[in-house]
């Protein structure tokens, strides 16, 4: 019940407001407002989910197996609830200057309804079908800005991205025709007994079109002119919340239905994401541009999260989820104080370069130490060097650009301050990753319920 | 059956791939449409392959699978949509940039580029002499520029 007002609240919501001309300011606020109660309601799911184990709907009142089966568990209510924080941190932000075109906020909250559905579902058609509605409200929404480079930002977006939807879909009739079924856990079950050759193309497949999401190292050529090209909100929201959408998919189809193929090919993950974080940091260092510097830095930044999955295990897998939410927080701060000016930014711009890089006491610090404990259980020497070597290739790129903007002499650059609310947002974005840092009790609980939750459902 | 299916999936991607690589952006949309079709092909082809179409069946025939029509036309429709936004995006490009060719496009990022380095040499060289009053630049021979 509770998860069909949290699916429809933006849907309906969203459809309402894309006729409306978003420039003005009621319509602004009333998305930011349908945002609010998305959130609310994903959080008294969330609550639900965690105390008294996952809530279920087969839509339609059919008979489960036949009917398309909706399943709330912890990962998925976690990374939803997550992903509508961001959207609606970048809303309020456009919403409090000004929104430059008409159809920004119903963007926004179909977002927001594409990304819920696609965490909630437990049928792999039907998250392709919520990937692509998330994933065509992005499209329109890189273009946000109508200059020549954010309209470059979104061609080259959208072409990549729709190559990368497409090879999911072919990954997706593969299953299809292996196992003869659609509901993951069926697919799971199924899958241990095909041939392993097919298996491991149809993983591939998944793979490599959760790897084009997140911009991992071999597949990340798009990511630099997106992230730098398009404005500071919209980066924020493509990559602290359309980016889980790779993090999610690698977590949920790689753990839970390719646990065999993962085991096989996790040093070869752990590799491809070691070359992640080596490549992003070395790129990073010495960027002109704030945004620039973030996109390598993104590049970097998932590399850990493979590595972790890599790895693997509950010990890699609760690396795995901690430091996708927190590299989501990290990245959504860091956008949004690179597109403010004034009082506060660099305080809370300095709290994400520190959270990045894994200095205590903030949220990044707690996910280093996960990452680390993951190491030493893997007994790894390699690992931990790398983890160390990542570490302060961030804090190096990070301050660099932090002194180039923050600590110049003479009269600062152009623009005006940004309003106070707006700086506030950042500002409470900053405090929630340093509280996340200094009481992360609750998000190492979540974390891991929520891969006891996705080992539940894996087979064997 | 099979073969045939997999012979024009494998054509249609391979022709898709082909045109996505090159420079001119309409050709890059009918890659991408071609790759779309190569999805759906297989989307049939991943069941249809016994049986009677699903509808008004006789007793004693066989049925073919229905769920992968299904899936095709929601990945039909889901297509369209996309590629329809894609057009809009590209007839956008066009307009702004005057051109179809992607080299051309890739021109303001460079602009932008250069933009930055410009600022950064600014900044440079007003460290350096900015403080100090006295420095002059001078050439080889002694003279002052």
Redesign the interface.
Known sequence: MLMSVALLVPWVSGVLLVAFDGRRRVVTWLAVVSLLVTLAVLGVLAVEVFTGGGSEVVTGGWAPGVGIVLRADALGVAFAWLSVLVLLAGAAHEAIGRVRSRTFPGLVVLLAAGLTGLFVTADVFTFYVFFELAMTASYALSAYGGKRRQLRAALVFTAVNLLGSFIFLLSVAGAYRVTGTLAMDQVAQRMLTVNPNAAILIAAGFFIAFSVKLGLFPFHFWLPTVYAGSRPAVAAILSGAVANIGAYGLLRFGAGIFPEQLRLTGVALAVLGAVSIVYGGVLAIGRGDTAEMLAYSAIGQVGYVLVALGVGGPVGLTAAVLYSVVNSLNKALLFLASGTRGPLVAAAFAIGALSVAGVPPTAGFVGKLELFRTGVVAGSVALVVLLVAGSVLSLVYLFQVYQRRFWREGPPPAGARSPLPQRLITAVLALLVLATGLWPEPLLALSGQAVDALLAGAPG | MILAFALTAAVLFGSGAYL?LKRD?IR?VAG?ML??Q??VV??L???LSRGQAAIAVRPGDLVSDP??QA?AL??LV?GL??VA??LA??H??IV??RTTEQDE??A??SE??AG??A??RA?REEVENGPDEEWEPHTEDGRVR
Do not use: N, Y
């Open positions: 996505l952006l890059m991408i790759i779309s190569c999805a297989t989307l082809a991943s069941s769920l992968p899936l929601t990945a889901i949509a996309t936004m894609l995006l590209v956008r490009a702004v940039f496009l890739a303001t990022e932008h580029d930055l380095e600022e950064r900044e």
